[in-house]
């Protein structure tokens, strides 16, 4: 691999690209699956992370190559041979108006992280989710002040959760699936969430969670950490 033509994440446009980014990874879904009219397959996809940027890299079955338990969160890769596609709303879960598409002749070598950072966040003010459009990617941050209890409607699970922060405007966020099922925080936990869905429902915007999101109850980062301490004085 050529490791002297590495390209930043926030230069990529749509195209094939024999060259290579250099990035972490950040976090990885699970493998689901997908269904478009009388097609259907699974597919996963994973937050991919440099200094410049970060970009949501996806993978269809026919591409994986057995990538999946490779590919290991936490760790930089230098990858080559993709595609990058405008965003597809489906799996859109960043800002970044590009997704980075793995092929046949896709090539991963793990290496060294160098200034890689370790996460990245755009954290969104609550208050803010109303002004969202539909299905919008959206990082929040709050802290859990209600805890549903686990319902099934239409077959699939659901979980409400609500969060809160200094702006004292209260959302609710749907965990969906295996989300929801395996949601153990509790009130007074600090709950962030990277690559929800603003969603409408009942005239009010809320947060969605399922398959392709990053849940995480009391990461130990610095917004964590102030947002629990404010919230701790104010009882």
Not at 115 to 121: D, G, H, V
Not at 180 to 203: L, M
Request: hydrophobic fraction near 40%; aromatic fraction near 12%; charged fraction near 20%.
């Amino acid at each position: 691999m050529n490791t002297n033509a590495i390209i930043p994440i926030c230069s990529l446009t749509t195209g094939f690209y024999i060259s290579s980014i250099k990035a972490r990874v950040i976090w990885k879904s699970e493998i689901t699956q997908w269904r478009k009219g009388q097609k259907c397959g699974i597919v996963y996809i994973m937050h991919l992370l440099d200094e410049s940027g970060e970009i949501t890299g996806i993978v269809f079955a026919d591409y994986d190559n057995g990538f999946y338990g490779q590919i290991q969160p936490g760790l930089v890769y230098l990858i080559s041979g993709f595609d990058v596609e405008e965003a597809i709303s489906d799996y859109k879960v960043s800002d970044n108006p590009y997704q980075l598409f793995f092929r046949h002749n896709i090539v991963l070598e793990l290496s060294a992280c160098g200034r890689i950072p370790r996460e990245k966040y755009n954290f969104l003010p609550l208050v803010k989710v109303s002004s969202k459009a539909d299905k919008d990617p959206v990082d929040a941050i709050g802290i859990c002040t209600a805890v549903g209890r686990l319902e099934e409607r239409r077959g699939f699970f659901i979980r409400e959760i609500l969060l809160v922060d200094p702006f004292y405007h209260p959302v609710m966020l749907n965990l969906w699936q295996k989300e929801a099922v395996n949601f153990v925080g509790q009130p007074n936990d600090v709950i962030v969430v990277k690559g929800a869905r603003a969603q409408p429902h009942n005239n009010k915007m809320k947060l969605n969670a399922s398959w392709y999101t990053n849940v995480q109850i009391n990461p130990d980062i610095p917004d964590a950490t102030a947002l629990l301490a404010w919230y701790n004085n104010q009882k």
